[in-house]
């Protein structure tokens, strides 16, 4: 019976956080503030919040500030400033700031301090009280819950596959099926896990997701608020996948 205290851990690990991920989900699908009413719709910058982040509202104004040949994003990862008289609204302004008096930087750089910009702050929190994005103490809570049901259905996977190789082959099959039980239940989690977020990374709740599912990909802007970089040409697409070297090992 040496499996026995291995279940019992088993057990804890996937009741624990199966308690977790649900109290999550149930607080998100209640909305934030307890707004129940359905908004109205979207600025393709809110819907580059709610499907990606802040981040993908960086990509949003870099992209369109490509375009119009105010900025030159390579494909080797450097943005350089082609004209820099001032942008055309604060998110552009923001972005050179964040390049920098220098007029060149690499684009991994450049992301995350426009990210962090009031203008992207004060965006977030006017959707959050619409009730169309997650508060950031649900964010947080939901991610972590997903994160605790993958590594408690992973470690009761090993736990189960420890214990049988403890007993002997003709004990094996009661072993099995008493751990199926957290297993299964861990599994069903994980499952819950990925569908209260789909493709949305825990930015929209439940009024975010609906009305970014409504929206049409014919636009491009609309299309790269939503799907993110991918739907871009080879070229750009390169010059957003390019790592800052000072990140790596």
């Known amino acids: 019976m040496i499996w026995v205290p291995l279940l019992l851990v088993a057990c804890v690990l996937a ?17 934030p503030g307890g707004v129940t009413a359905e908004p109205a719709g ?4 809110e819907a580059a919040y709610l499907a990606g982040g802040p981040l993908r509202v960086t990509d949003l104004t870099l992209v369109p500030m490509h375009r119009a040949r105010l900025l030159l994003l390579a494909h080797t990862g450097w ?37 962090d910009h009031a203008s992207v702050r004060a965006l977030a929190a006017g959707l959050v009280a619409r009730g169309l994005a997650l508060p950031e103490e649900q964010r947080r809570s939901m991610t972590a819950g997903a994160r605790a049901v993958r590594a408690a259905f992973l470690l009761t996977l090993a736990l189960g596959a420890g214990a049988v190789l403890l007993v002997p082959a003709g004990e094996r099959v ?14 069903l ?13 825990c930015w929209a709740s439940p009024a975010g ?9 014919a636009d491009p802007l609309t299309a790269l608020a939503k799907r993110g970089t991918d739907v871009l ?3 750009l697409r390169a010059a957003f996948r390019v790592h800052d070297r000072r990140h790596l090992p």
């Open 15 to 31: 009741g624990v956080s199966c308690a977790r991920v649900c109290r999550a989900s149930v607080a998100a699908d209640t909305g």
């Open 42 to 45: 979207l600025t393709v910058s």
């Open 79 to 115: 943005a350089t400033v082609v004209d820099g008289s001032g942008g055309r609204d604060e998110l552009e302004r923001a972005v050179l700031g964040a390049i920098g008096p220098g007029g060149q930087s690499r684009i991994p750089a450049v992301r995350p301090l426009v990210a």
């Open 174 to 187: 009661p072993v099995v099926a008493w751990f199926s039980l957290p297993l299964v239940a861990a599994g």
């Open 189 to 201: 989690c994980v499952l819950i896990a990925r569908a209260d977020a789909p493709g949305y990374a």
């Open 209 to 217: 997701r609906r009305l970014l599912a409504g929206l049409s990909l």
């Open 233 to 235: 040409e080879p070229e």
